[in-house]
């Protein structure tokens, strides 16, 4: 398991995707669970199967069908991750933040990051869109930072400012595509743990007092390590199941997946807007 990757390791595996198409992606967009169905959109696509790439970071997660998508969406040139890996899965940190690296070494200069993700905000429904304002890395707060080990200068300083993880001028045209496209888009804060287990209501009434509004297992990790390298960041979350402060219900994996199929046309019209007024 590797904890850290030198630049010339991540030039080895972008080198590697350059060599299977000419497109020069300007976007990455990072898909959760559930939510790849708006890899479909993608035209003209490149398809790479993570299992292809090498060190490349394989989900086993249901949910993630592990497919890089390369080519033009609204005649933006992108590139798709069709799921990703998660610390859970048994991963290192510095595995689950690798493709992040990769596709700034490919040239992206802006990253969509999509997420499933459950609700803390009683006030959230299940189907809702929520635009990431900011997150708690509740991961990295225990140690797990993606960024720790040695710097590569080349991509960023030692210790990169979050203050503004997520870019203010995405942020706003989201919100302006959803009043458009009358798609109702939540605000709120996103908190990454670790996982597999879903949390308990004591979890959650906790989580609600420390400021977060959407829970997930993913997401802080790439965002930090985007930002460290300078690339601007939109995050959405797509709200899954409502907030079970009461322990009156239980969640399922299954549950996500489903929810999924509500909110993938969402996103698509949501990202699909936002690409075209870059």
């Known amino acids: 398991m590797s904890e850290f990757y030198s630049l010339e390791q991540i030039d080895s595996i972008a080198n590697f995707i350059r060599s299977k198409s000419n497109d020069h992606p300007q ?15 993608v035209d003209l696509p490149t398809i790479i199967p993570y299992n292809e790439i090498p060190a ?21 040139e992108v590139i798709v991750l069709q799921g990703r890996a998660h610390y859970y899965e048994g991963y290192s940190i510095a595995q689950v933040a690798l493709p992040v690296r990769v596709l700034q070494r490919l040239g992206i200069e802006i990253l969509i990051v999509t997420n499933a993700a459950g609700a803390v905000n009683p006030n959230y429904t299940p189907g809702d869109l929520m635009l990431i304002t ?61 996982g597999p287990s879903f949390e308990t209501p004591a979890d959650l009434q906790f989580l609600r007092i420390i400021g977060a509004d959407a829970v997930g297992m993913s997401t ?45 046309p969402k996103l698509t019209t949501l990202i699909r807007g936002v690409l075209r007024r870059l």
Do not use: C
């Open 220 to 264: 802080v990790p790439e965002v930090i390590t985007a930002r460290h390298g300078g690339t601007r960041v939109l995050g959405i979350s797509g709200i899954s199941n409502k907030a079970n402060l009461d322990g009156a219900t239980i969640t399922t994996h299954k549950e996500v997946l489903e929810a999924g199929q509500i909110l993938a």
């Open 56 to 76: 490349w970071p394989i989900s086993t997660v249901l949910g993630h069908q592990s497919h890089l998508v390369i080519g033009k969406f609204e005649n933006i």
């Open 27 to 41: 976007v990455g967009i990072i898909l959760g669970s559930g939510l790849g169905a708006l890899a479909a959109s």
């Open 134 to 194: 900011d997150h708690i890395n509740m991961i990295g707060m225990a140690g797990l930072n993606p960024l720790r080990g040695p710097n590569l200068d080349a991509l960023g300083p030692r210790f990169p400012d979050m203050s503004q993880a997520y870019d203010k001028v995405l942020m706003e045209t989201a919100r302006k595509v959803a009043t458009e496209e009358k798609i109702k888009l939540q605000e709120g804060v996103y908190i990454s743990l670790a």
